[in-house]
């Protein structure tokens, strides 16, 4: 959609006699696309608006009620809901956002069985994170802080739990996953270095962690309650450690992957392009201040700091780094030039601010599932929806229709292993295209 | 859509079975079991999926005359009408 406005855009742009029917047909082009995604999104059951007049009652009944009233199968193990009540609900509510609203603060998450059903059980990923961020002003750009119940044998809800931070199994994919150019998609997607749509040019090395003193991963997180950061962290450590990526052992390194939970992520964001940049001897910090976007738009945003190789590679003081650039995860354009993607680079600092109120809905196991692929490999724009999933599809909109992933799956492990495939700290990555054959080797074997 | 608030799975299963065309059996080892939720009579077979979302279960199709609800990974027992 995206390359599509830019398109349309630059046809704006042309001299009159350019042909104003082109222009025309731009824009209805433009017009048509989204409508079209706005239809996709009004079919989708969960997604339709309805009036629901739910009064406090036991969960179980205000759940056959929302049932009722929105048309879709609802199925729960009643021991799951049968002590818990429901506070109520009334309004114009889209069904998702009402099935949310009923099953907050109650350990309960809700999957999708077909068009129509959802099944509700105990949230696999743990707390959502609005569980654990508490109540904040719209100004209160700090920390959110809270903690898990104390005592939960005398609340009426369950205590809340934390996810496994071991990496499990995720399921294999199917057939229909892993088409013929799912794969080639899913890497351009989870890793944009020296990739341009514009330029097509899929080759070359990709962004990882290099390894050393000064390149290794080293995850810290603020902005929840000490146990849910440590969590947050320990899950990065685990994703990095079970896919070979370089990750410090040790618990007080200093750290270079800084996850801050806000309410203010632009603050934040701004702080690093305008402080940050200086600070690290970022080059041409005006000329990258045009490529990148911040904005309140994404949920999770983030900037990478990238060093140069060559015979700057072993020194293990990053002041001494050469070629330090600043990438975005969303950025305006994707930089194609040589300096910020020679394939000899590779990624030496990671912030990521995570907006507590944009994903007050998820669980606190699916963002760290995010931050963790995130932080390991220089994606950008993380949009998509290819056939293979990711849990970068965790709040893409082009996945309205299809369930997302709620965490780390065979896809992202698969990536992930073949991009820290015999890293030595010395040399490029596979390239794409043999990392798409590692993938299936991989994802063959399950 | 047939409303259920904690009524025994046998018993949901049993009035569900009214409006298929297959008999759907219950495992002896879930007649314990309850269920709350809706059953749209259209639409079982996601019902039936839902089942193994929030039970240990698993759905055996036994071609054109039976479905079975068996607990997962164990072997069937007693048969049940639901």
């Known amino acids: 959609m995206k390359f599509v406005f830019n398109c349309a855009a630059a046809l704006m742009t042309q001299k009159p006699a350019a042909d104003r029917r082109i222009q025309r047909l731009a824009l209805s082009a433009l017009v048509l696309l989204i409508a079209w995604a706005s239809a996709a999104r009004a079919d989708d059951v969960l997604e339709k608006t309805v009036h629901v007049e739910i009064a406090p009652a036991p969960l179980a009944n205000a759940l056959v009620q929302l049932s009722a009233e929105s048309g879709i199968q609802i199925a729960v193990a009643d021991v799951d809901v049968s002590h818990l009540q429901s506070k109520g609900l009334s309004g114009q509510y889209a069904v998702r956002d009402a099935l949310q609203a009923l099953l907050k603060n109650t350990g309960l998450s809700f999957v999708r069985v077909g068009a129509t059903t959802v099944a509700i059980r105990a949230a696999a990923g743990g707390p959502l994170v609005a569980e654990l961020s508490g109540k904040s002003s719209p100004n209160d750009t700090g920390p959110t802080p809270s903690s898990p119940p104390q005592d939960s044998a005398a609340s009426t809800q369950p205590s809340l739990r934390f996810p496994d931070v071991a990496v499990l199994a995720p399921r294999a994919p199917t057939v229909q996953e892993l088409t013929s150019d799912g794969l080639a998609q899913f890497i351009i997607h989870h890793a944009s270095t020296r990739y341009s749509a514009s330029v097509g040019s899929p080759t070359g090395g990709l962004l990882r962690w290099r390894g050393g003193r000064s390149e290794t991963v080293c995850p810290e997180t603020d902005g929840l309650d000490q146990d849910y950061s440590e969590f947050v962290s320990a899950r990065l450590r685990a994703v990095a450690a079970y896919v070979g990526a370089p990750v410090q052992t040790d618990g007080h390194c200093g750290s270079n992957v800084h996850i801050l939970f806000t309410t203010d992520p632009r603050r934040a964001m701004q702080w690093v392009l305008e402080r940050g940049a200086h600070m690290l001897g970022v080059k041409f910090p005006h000329q990258m201040g045009k490529e990148l976007d911040i904005s309140n738009q994404h949920a999770i945003q983030g900037w990478y700091v990238t060093a140069g190789g060559g015979s700057t590679v072993l020194n293990s003081d990053p002041q001494f780094i050469g070629g330090i650039a600043l990438q975005a995860l969303w950025p305006r354009v994707i930089p194609t030039s040589a300096y910020v993607n020679g394939g000899d680079r590779s990624i030496l600092a990671v912030f990521l601010a995570v907006d507590t109120n944009k994903v007050a809905g998820y669980s606190i196991g699916s963002i760290a599932d995010y931050l963790a692929v995130a932080a390991l490999t220089l994606v950008q724009s993380p949009d998509h929806c290819d056939p293979l999933p990711s849990i970068l599809d965790l709040m893409a909109p082009s996945c309205a229709s299809r369930d997302r992933s709620t965490a780390v799956t065979a896809g992202d492990l698969a990536f992930l292993k073949a991009l820290y495939y015999r890293n030595s700290g010395l040399g490029r990555t596979l390239s794409r295209s043999a990392i798409e054959n590692n993938m299936m080797q991989q994802l063959s074997a399950h | ?82």
């Not at chain 2, 409303?3 to 299963?13: D, H, K, N, R, T």
């Not at chain 2, 009035?15 to 639409?43: C, H, K, M, W």
């Open chain 2, 1 to 82: 859509m047939l409303e259920f608030v904690g009524q025994p799975l046998e018993a949901v299963v049993e009035e569900v079975d009214r409006f298929v065309n297959r008999r759907i059996i219950l495992a002896s080892a879930l007649q314990g079991t309850r269920y709350t939720g809706t059953v749209s009579p259209a639409n079982v077979s996601d019902w039936l999926q839902a089942l193994q979302q929030i039970y240990s279960v698993q759905i055996i199709d036994e071609g054109a005359d039976e479905i079975r609800i068996q607990l997962r990974g164990g072997a069937y027992d007693t048969k049940t009408r639901g």
